[in-house]
C-alpha cells in the first residue's frame, strides 16, 4: 500500500514537472535567442528563467489542481456519486464559470430527471424496471396497486408466475432479444375478479442509474377482452332470439300453404300466432335499435333540464291502468322541491317505464309498488364511484313484493338477453334488454343502479343521478 502510494506521488511529479516544462518552454527558447544574440548575459538568462519557472510553477499548480478536482468530481457524477462540489478561485482562467455552467446543466438533468420519475411513477398502467439478475428495482403506483406496495426487491418472476413471462424474461436477461410481447391472465384471489394483461418487456439501451437493464410495461386490456365475449355473446344470442320466432313463424307458413290451406278454424288460429311472433320480434328488433344507438351516442351528453317529480309523474300515470289490470297499486311518493337533472328526458323516461313495468309484471298480486325519489349526499358505498365522486345525487327507488331474486342472479341482471329462470319469469313476455338499455342509459347519465332483493323486504331498483349544479 505504501509503495503504491509513493509511485502515485512519483506519478503526480513527474506529471507536473512535464506540464512545467512544455508550458515555460517558449520563455525558454526566447532567452536562449537572446543569449546567442547577445543581448542578456547567460547570469540573466539564468535568473529571468528562474523567475518565470516559479512563477509559473504556481499559477501551473493552482490551475492543475482545481482542474484536476473538477476531474475527479466528474468521475463521481459520472458513476452516480453525488458528492460535495470542490472549491474555485472566482473567475481564475474561467474555470468557475465552467463549473457554473457545468452545475446548471447538472440541476437540468436532475430536474429533467425527477420529470421523468414523476411521470413514471404516475402512469395509469403499470411499470416496473429490474436488474441484471431479475430482481425489481422500480414500480410505479399502478404496479404497487396491483401487486403490492413490497414489490421492489423481490424477482420479478414472483409477481408474473407462469412458463411464458419466465421465457420472455431469460430471453431478455441473456440478451437474446431487445424486446417480448405476450399476454398475461391473472385472476384475483380475493374476489375471483379475471384480468388480462399485454405485457411488453424490452431491455434498455445503457443501464439505468438504479441498475435497471429492462423495463416491463403491463397495458390492462380486460375492457377489451370483456367487450369482445360480450359482443360475441350478443350477437350469438340475437341469432338464436331471432331464429326462434323465424322458424316458428317459417312452420305456421308452411302448415297454411299445405294441409291447413283450406281450414277456416286452422287458418285463424295461426295467423293469430303469427301476428304475436312478428310482435315478438319487432320489440326484439326495437330494442337491439335502441341498444346500438345509445351505445353511438354514449359520449353525448344531453342539457335537457328534466324535472324528476313531473318525469315520475308520467311515467306512473301511464302504467297505473295496466297496474290495475295485474292487481296492483303504484304508489308514488316525491319530494317535489327536488333539484333539476340535466339529460335526455326520453331516456330517463324510458329508464323508469322500464323498471315499473317490470315490477308490475314480477310482483306479487293485490300489492302496491312505491316509487320514491330523495336527496342524498353522494353514491352508495357499493357503487364503483364511490371514492371518486362526492356529489349530490337523486337516490329513485321501485319497490315491489313479490318472488324473490336469487343473490347468484343479481349481478346477472343487467346481461344482455339474460332472464332470471322462474316461473313467474317464464311467464312473462320480454327480449332481456330492458335491464341491460336501461343501465346504459344510467352510465351514461354518470349514475349509478343497485339492486336488493330477499323475501322479507321485497325487491328494489335503486337509480342514482348527479345533480349538476
Not at 336501461?438 to 322479507?456: C, L, M
Request: overall charge neutral; hydrophobic content about 40%; charged content about 20%.
Amino acid at each position: 500500500m505504501q509503495k503504491k502510494k509513493e509511485q502515485k506521488i512519483i506519478f503526480r511529479l513527474l506529471r507536473y514537472l512535464a506540464r512545467l516544462v512544455v508550458i515555460t518552454l517558449p520563455t525558454t527558447l526566447l532567452l536562449i535567442v537572446l543569449v546567442l544574440c547577445h543581448k542578456i548575459s547567460w547570469s540573466t538568462a539564468l535568473g529571468g528563467f528562474a523567475f518565470v519557472a516559479l512563477i509559473t510553477g504556481i499559477i501551473t499548480k493552482i490551475i492543475f489542481h482545481e482542474q484536476e478536482n473538477f476531474i475527479t468530481y466528474l468521475r463521481n457524477i459520472a458513476q452516480g456519486i453525488d458528492t460535495e462540489p470542490p472549491h474555485f478561485h472566482f473567475g481564475l482562467f474561467g474555470l468557475f464559470r465552467l463549473f457554473e455552467s457545468f452545475l446548471s446543466v447538472k440541476n437540468l438533468w436532475s430536474s429533467q430527471t425527477l420529470s421523468d420519475a414523476t411521470i413514471l411513477k404516475n402512469l395509469p398502467d403499470p411499470l416496473l424496471m429490474v436488474d441484471h439478475e431479475g430482481y425489481i428495482v422500480f414500480s410505479n403506483m399502478a404496479a404497487q396497486d396491483f401487486f403490492g406496495n413490497d414489490l421492489n426487491t423481490s424477482l420479478a418472476t414472483t409477481a408474473f408466475q407462469g412458463d411464458i413471462f419466465s421465457t420472455a424474461m431469460t430471453r431478455i436477461l441473456r440478451h437474446q432479444t431487445p424486446t417480448e410481447w405476450f399476454e398475461w391472465s391473472y385472476e384475483d384471489p380475493e374476489n375471483g375478479q379475471p384480468y388480462t394483461f399485454q405485457v411488453r418487456l424490452e431491455r434498455l439501451s445503457a443501464p439505468a442509474k438504479n441498475g435497471a437493464i429492462a423495463v416491463i410495461v403491463m397495458h390492462d386490456i380486460t375492457p377489451f377482452k370483456l367487450f369482445k365475449q360480450q359482443q360475441s355473446d350478443f350477437f350469438a344470442n340475437a341469432s338464436h332470439e331471432l331464429k326462434t320466432p323465424l322458424s316458428i313463424l317459417s312452420g305456421f307458413i308452411e302448415t297454411l300453404q299445405g294441409p291447413a290451406k283450406d281450414d277456416e278454424n286452422a287458418r285463424e288460429k295461426f295467423l293469430n300466432l303469427m301476428a304475436e311472433q312478428t310482435e315478438r320480434m319487432t320489440h326484439l328488433v326495437q330494442d337491439l335499435l335502441k341498444l346500438s344507438r345509445i351505445q353511438m351516442t354514449e359520449k353525448t351528453k344531453q342539457n335537457n333540464v328534466i324535472l324528476l317529480p313531473d318525469l315520475l309523474q308520467g311515467v306512473v300515470e301511464g302504467l297505473r291502468l295496466k297496474a290495475q289490470n295485474n292487481h296492483k297499486i303504484l304508489d308514488l311518493k316525491l319530494v317535489h322541491d327536488l333539484p333539476r337533472l340535466m339529460g335526455d328526458r326520453n331516456e330517463l323516461h324510458q329508464v323508469f317505464q322500464n323498471l315499473i313495468d317490470n315490477a308490475v309484471k314480477y310482483g306479487a298480486d293485490n300489492t302496491s309498488i312505491t316509487i320514491t325519489a330523495q336527496l342524498r349526499n353522494g353514491f352508495p358505498k357499493t357503487s364503483e364511484r364511490y371514492f371518486s365522486d362526492l356529489r349530490q345525487v337523486i337516490a329513485i327507488s321501485v319497490h315491489n313484493w313479490g318472488e324473490p331474486i336469487p343473490p347468484q342472479n343479481i349481478n346477472r341482471l343487467f346481461e344482455r338477453f339474460y332472464r332470471v329462470d322462474s316461473i313467474k319469469s317464464r311467464r312473462v313476455e320480454g327480449t332481456g334488454l330492458g335491464l341491460g338499455i336501461a343501465q346504459q342509459i344510467i352510465h351514461k347519465h354518470d349514475g349509478y343502479i343497485h339492486v336488493a332483493s330477499s323475501a322479507t323486504k321485497g325487491t328494489t331498483f335503486t337509480v342514482y343521478l348527479p345533480i349538476d349544479l
